[in-house]
């Protein structure tokens, strides 16, 4: 089973704040994503990356900087945090695409709190 | 606008009942189609998932039917069980995107023994 580690598990900042949120799996996955999950949305889609270097934008990126500085490693910014950002955020990862390759596996999540 | 659209948002069974979640979507390139299921304080993980190349897909309890035509499909639970009690949510993605997946909202199903 894909390993996917997110940290911190929890978060709070205040308005205005710096937050990074780490997501690092070890399955040698080329794609990584991070979603944020709110009550009556679903989930919704932020950055995503298919490499080392690459950045996609999703669907609601606002706010929002992702930096992927390895295969391992995705990273998601918050430079100046406002409470609408306060969600639960999961970092998933997948092997590519073509069929079996499509399967995300995911973090266990980190709940952002912006006070 | 919502992509993948799902209905009802939440379905209160009885054990052995058959539960039947609805989702629809907008894009006609999506061409890959799974679902998630997600169980309170854990994060999604993947049930079922079809290709339009077929209209239905099964696996033991849990069943995917597609309408390519409508842009609809349904995933039914067979003999529901209490273990089964779990946000589902309906999922697209095309692959001239990428790996680029849609969520929907989700249902939240209930399963009373």
């Known amino acids: 089973e894909a390993a996917v580690t997110q940290s911190p598990r929890n978060k709070v900042t205040v308005t205005g704040g710096n937050v990074t949120l780490s997501c690092r799996q070890t399955n040698s996955h080329n794609y990584m994503y991070w979603y944020r999950q709110d009550t009556g949305h679903g989930l919704r889609l932020i950055h995503y990356?298919?490499?080392?270097?690459?950045?996609q934008i999703g669907d609601v990126p606002d706010g929002y900087k992702a930096t992927r500085t390895t295969q391992e490693d995705f990273f998601l910014l918050l430079e100046l945090a406002s409470p609408s950002q306060t969600s639960l955020y999961f970092c998933?990862?997948?092997?590519?695409?073509?069929?079996?390759?499509?399967?995300?596996?995911f973090g266990h999540g980190t709940k952002l709190s912006v006070l | 606008q919502q992509q993948v659209r799902q209905s009802p948002q939440s379905l209160t069974v009885w054990e052995g009942e058959t539960a039947i979640l609805n989702c629809s979507y907008e894009?006609?390139?999506?061409?890959?189609f799974p679902w998630y299921w997600q169980f309170p304080r854990e994060s999604p993980a993947l049930l079922i998932a079809?290709?339009?190349?077929?209209n239905k897909k099964e696996d033991g309890r849990f069943t995917i039917f597609f309408n390519k035509r409508e842009k609809k499909l349904s995933l039914h639970i067979t003999d529901s069980q209490p273990g089964d009690s779990a946000t589902y949510f309906c999922?697209?993605?095309?692959?001239?995107?990428?790996?680029?997946?849609?969520f929907g909202i989700g249902t939240r199903v209930l399963v009373r023994p």
């Open positions: 894009d006609s390139t999506f061409d890959y």
């Open positions: 999922a697209a993605s095309a692959d001239s995107a990428g790996n680029k997946l849609t």
């Open positions: 998933a990862s997948s092997k590519g695409q073509g069929i079996s390759n499509e399967r995300l596996f």
């Open positions: 079809i290709r339009p190349v077929s």
């Open positions: 990356s298919y490499g080392a270097g690459n950045l």
